[in-house]
């Protein structure tokens, strides 16, 4: 467990494989925005614009920016036959905050970490 949401801070506390604990909170920490251009017209895009992908907002919708606004929409950037070619893939991290006892911390949820009945705010 860190002390804040980021791999770089101080180590608090570790969980050993059979610990139970308690999540009270949790943030997501965007490291990359993604990138995409449009090949072909989609709904209102014309080919050439950029989206600057901002975040994945679950449930196959991401947010994007594009000419100074914002939009939640479903990926259209995905394959040959896509309306737009994905040129770079928005990083993010899923930080919780647990506590153990007396003891609180973050750590990062990856595909790596195996986790059960985690419910999350």
Known sequence: MHTRPDDS???SFSLQPSDTFVVDSSVVR???FG???L????????PGDTLIITGYGGE???RTWRRGHAHNQRSFWDGDSAPAK???PVQ???WVHVRHGNASGWVVISDS???HNLDCP
Do not use: D, N
């Not at 090949?39 to 014309?46: D, H, L």
């Open 9 to 11: 801070a101080v180590v």
């Open 30 to 32: 965007v490291t990359r």
């Open 35 to 37: 990138r995409a251009v």
């Open 39 to 46: 090949r072909q017209r989609y709904e209102g895009y014309t």
């Open 60 to 62: 196959g919708y991401y």
């Open 86 to 88: 994905l040129l770079r």
């Open 92 to 94: 993010q991290e899923w």
């Open 113 to 115: 970490i195996r986790t």
